[in-house]
């Protein structure tokens, strides 16, 4: 009969726990004790089959253990194995022997060893001793072993007790997970990191197997090519997505190793968890970019291009897609600098192979020659390069971007031959017309230029164009544009500049320069066509700004899209815990968790009303309630060095106003206070009544007289001087640094403002602050009064019904269907279209409401609900999304939901 109770003796408690560890794996029931005195006392009160002793232990060692087993009428019979590492000599063996063990192993051994051992000899008798350590000749003998092993044990011990802790302390306070387990895969240790990793204590860990992190995200191919590389003995190294014990997914870099005993055979396995969570969360939002900056290349007319530097080569490694809609060519072929070479036209290699030297040395170039079409004919394009530097500061990448610019160039062509052909018209086109001798000095002017400079003619001819036309900050281009003229550079042929007129206005001119000759080629001097092109600028710059307001809208719409999706489920969920009794203080964090998300929900309206170029819902509007919102915005947000102070008076009468747009307003003001006090100081906002005349408000842009609040946000920053104050309200002016302000801000406030019929003031003195006045007119019919709260509805309670779900956001199906099951529903669930029309068509007898998202993949809203209706005509159908209604019209639908709901 195999034995099942075994007593382990040894006074290293990591010894007795992974003896424990290991035979309770292998089916046995094992008692423990630190010393022989112990032991005897647990083979007093317990049935023991086995013994199995270390040597060296305190107060009673194995020797006398054993001894005293044997010399025991009711014990002698139980085997007695000595498993110990003090090993001198094979005189060690014979006196264990002699005192009537059964067997002698030696640490380390595997379990598999030490199992064989305890089945020979569980089948046998206790052997009788041959020798008493009453003997003067065994007890000498048993003295000099002894002693020879505690010496040895103890220079032994403390090495391994300094090696020990050195491996301890290494392996505790690494930075990456580290756990331990036998060959079944139990774990036997693990470090602190690990414990901070997974959110499982040692005490949880220990015994249990690494299992308890499985994520489910894992097939079965996986974990078999997992076990196989085990098995084999090599290490196993890839990545893992593991769950920690709160249920969150983690991703780490796993490293598993086997541990192989003198007969190779798999004792232990070493694991090594690194967390790559932030990593592969970076890598997934890069890749986003990377797609979303595709989708931009594949539908924009410009061709961008990478070139990878590696000592003095450059490696085409990129080019977008529209190289094909330019050239011809796949993206296959022009990875290649060979091809570049061969595709540029032979008269315009020499400049166009100069420019890569020039992008290394200058850092940018701009180049303009013709690539060959695979059709064969030619293409202009003008090359915008830059060199890319590394972290270091080396040189790492050529990034540039082709643009076509055939038909200008063949514009210019044409144009130039048209000059020729009706030069002598020049003085009746409204066109400028100058012509210079090489000094520069003028000799010819037409009409059109006096009109628009205001000279003379006599006053100009034979005076230096550029010394009394050209702005001081420009001299030095145009010198260089006039000197590469006479040296017939074809770059010095087209130019556009400003030119200052008799009054110091400035005119913008685009010109078209010649060469003059003599009658043996001789270069004498220069004649150009200039059209004024001031008024045209201005119009392409209006056009330019409506255009980015066009796309900002459109892009607001999106955002605001995926904004709601992600508060939705925040909301809910805060809504879910205040169901389930928590405690006030969790209460209070709920309630604030859902006031910052209708705070955003708001935000996210007036993203919407923007993108819409719609107008928001006026309501009556404390503004003490604006102001104290603006407050914990500024307190959690501003530098710790700003400081923030409200003064409000105690009877403001309420006004009609979009209280997001007024919020806004507010903040856009508080924002622009703290970029005027870098070193910090204090943003003080205060709110009055006050009689304002008619003059007073229309001469200021306000509707007309009467009462008015009167907003107030001052700051002692660094103010601004009379120039900059008349220009602060203008669409794009900042005065902030690149890459710091858009300009839009004030601009847009007072937009606001206006909307409301209301208006403005500003006052700053540079070096002592700013103030700014927002007069908002109070409402007539409630002098004194206060807004009225919105009425939270009790939740209405399910009797079971079934409710289909339908989302593409796994975080807003699942907490929508924690809603609705914490509210008495039944929940089906479906990712997409497709599988709602399945799971419908399966359960369509016992769905009363189908609630569905209407922007999805594969099958959207819309065409789902179509669907579901040709099912069932009747179906009862609420639709949600993150637009508003007006985005969805036509959609048949009982009910629409706006997301958050």
Avoid at 358 to 364: L, Q, R, W, Y
Avoid at 379 to 398: I, S, Y
Avoid at 507 to 523: D, M, Q
Avoid at 752 to 773: A, D, L
Wanted: with cysteine; proline share 4%; charged share 25%.
């Amino acid at each position: 009969m195999k034995p099942r109770n075994i007593l382990i003796v040894d006074d290293v408690a990591i010894n007795r726990k992974l003896l424990q560890a290991q035979l309770a794996a292998e089916d046995y029931v094992v008692v423990t004790a630190p010393n022989g005195v112990i032991a005897l006392g647990i083979l007093e009160r317990e049935k023991v089959d086995v013994i199995v002793s270390d040597i060296l232990m305190p107060e009673m060692d194995g020797y006398r253990l054993c001894y005293e087993v044997r010399s025991s009428e009711r014990l002698q019979q139980i085997p007695f194995i000595f498993y110990t590492a003090t090993y001198t000599s094979p005189a060690d063996e014979k006196l264990c022997m002699e005192l009537g063990a059964d067997k002698y192993l030696r640490k380390p051994a595997s379990i598999d060893a030490l199992t064989q051992a305890i089945a020979q000899v569980g089948t046998s008798t206790g052997r009788r001793p041959t020798a008493s350590l009453d003997g003067m000749e065994v007890l000498k003998q048993y003295s000099e072993r002894l002693v020879s092993k505690l010496e040895d044990k103890n220079i032994e011990r403390a090495a391994a007790i300094e090696r020990l802790t050195l491996q301890t302390t290494a392996l505790e306070t690494a930075a990456d997970a580290i756990l331990i387990t036998d060959a079944n895969g139990t774990i036997l240790w693990v470090n602190h990191a690990f414990q901070t990793m997974t959110g499982y204590s040692r005490g949880e860990a220990i015994g249990s197997t690494p299992r308890l992190l499985k994520s489910g995200r894992h097939d079965a191919a996986f974990y078999r090519a997992f076990w196989e590389t085990l098995q084999a003995g090599q290490t196993w190294r890839g990545e893992f997505t593991n769950r920690r014990k709160d249920g969150s997914l983690y991703h780490d870099q796993h490293t598993i190793s086997p541990v192989l005993d003198a007969d190779g055979r798999i004792t232990n396995f070493v694991g090594v968890m690194h967390d790559i969570t932030d990593r592969k969360r970076a890598e997934e939002e890069l890749r986003e970019t990377h797609a979303q900056l595709r989708q931009l290349l594949e539908h924009s007319p410009a061709v961008l291009y990478a070139l990878r530097l590696e000592g003095a080569r450059a490696i085409p490694h990129l080019t977008s897609e529209n190289v094909t809609q330019l050239l011809g060519f796949s993206v296959t072929e022009t990875l290649s600098y060979e091809w570049w070479l061969s595709a540029l036209h032979p008269e315009d290699r020499a400049v166009a192979t100069a420019s890569i030297a020039e992008t290394m040395a200058e850092g940018v170039s701009r180049t303009e020659y013709r690539l060959r079409h695979k059709d064969g004919s030619y293409r202009w394009v003008e090359d915008n390069r830059r060199l890319v530097r590394d972290a270091e500061g080396t040189p790492a990448e050529l990034v540039g971007v082709w643009t076509d610019i055939t038909e200008r160039r063949r514009a210019q062509d044409e144009l130039r031959v048209s000059e020729r052909r009706f030069s002598d018209m020049l003085g009746n086109l409204p066109l400028v017309a100058i012509m210079l001798d090489r000094d520069g000095r003028i000799s010819y002017c037409n009409d059109y230029l006096l009109r628009i400079t205001g000279w003379r003619r006599e006053e100009l001819v034979g005076r230096n164009w550029l010394e009394n036309l050209t702005p001081p900050e420009l001299l030095s281009e145009i010198q260089g544009v006039f000197d590469g003229l006479m040296t017939d550079s074809p770059d010095a042929s087209h130019h556009e500049n400003e030119i200052m007129t008799r009054s110091g206005e400035r005119r913008f001119i685009r010109w078209n320069n010649s060469v003059l000759r003599s009658g043996s080629g001789a270069v004498i001097g220069a004649a150009s066509i200039g059209e004024d092109i001031t008024e045209r600028r201005s119009l392409e710059r209006q056009v330019l700004r409506a255009q980015r307001l066009e796309s900002l809208g459109t892009l607001a719409g999106g955002i605001a899209h995926d904004l709601n999706n992600l508060f939705m489920p925040i909301l809910m969920g805060a809504t879910l815990i205040k169901r389930f009794g928590p405690s006030e203080g969790t209460l209070k964090a709920v309630a604030n968790i859902e006031r910052c998300v209708k705070r955003g929900a708001d935000l996210v309206k007036q993203v919407l009303l923007l993108a819409r170029g719609a107008e928001g819902s006026l309501i009556p509007v404390e503004i003490a309630g604006v102001i104290a919102e603006v407050e914990s915005i500024v307190l959690s947000t501003f530098p710790k060095n700003v400081t923030f102070a409200t003064s409000v008076s105690g009877t403001l009468p309420l006004l009609t106003a979009d209280p997001t747009q007024l919020t806004q307003v507010l903040l856009n003001l508080c924002v622009n206070a703290c970029d005027a006090m870098p070193r910090g100081g204090k943003i003080l906002v205060s709110a009055e009544t006050t009689e304002v005349s008619e003059q007073y408000a229309l001469a200021r842009g306000g509707s007309g007289g009467g009462r008015y609040v009167v907003m107030e946000v001052s700051d002692k920053g660094t103010g601004m001087s009379p120039d900059v104050v008349d220009r602060i309200f203008e669409p794009f002016f900042t005065t902030k640094a690149l890459g710091h302000g858009t300009g839009l801000g004030l601009s847009t406030t007072l937009g606001i403002v206006r909307s409301h019929r209301g208006f403005m003031t500003v006052s700053s003195v540079v070096g002592e602050g700013t103030i700014f006045k927002v007069y908002m007119p109070a409402r007539f019919d409630d002098p004194v009064g206060t807004a009225t709260s919105p009425i939270e509805l009790p939740p209405v309670q399910g009797h079971g019904e079934c409710i289909l779900v339908v989302d593409d956001e796994n975080m807003i199906l699942d907490v929508t269907r924690q809603a609705l099951e914490a509210s008495g529903y039944e929940v089906l669930t479906a990712r997409d279209g497709a599988q709602a029309i399945d799971v419908y068509a399966r359960n369509h007898d016992k769905v009363a409401l189908v609630l569905t998202d209407m922007m999805m993949p594969i099958i959207d809203g819309p065409t789902l609900i179509g669907g579901l209706r040709r099912i069932d005509p009747d179906v009862r159908i609420i639709a949600a999304s993150g637009l508003d209604e007006s985005f969805h019209n036509g959609v048949e639908a009982q009910y629409f939901l706006m997301k958050r709901y």
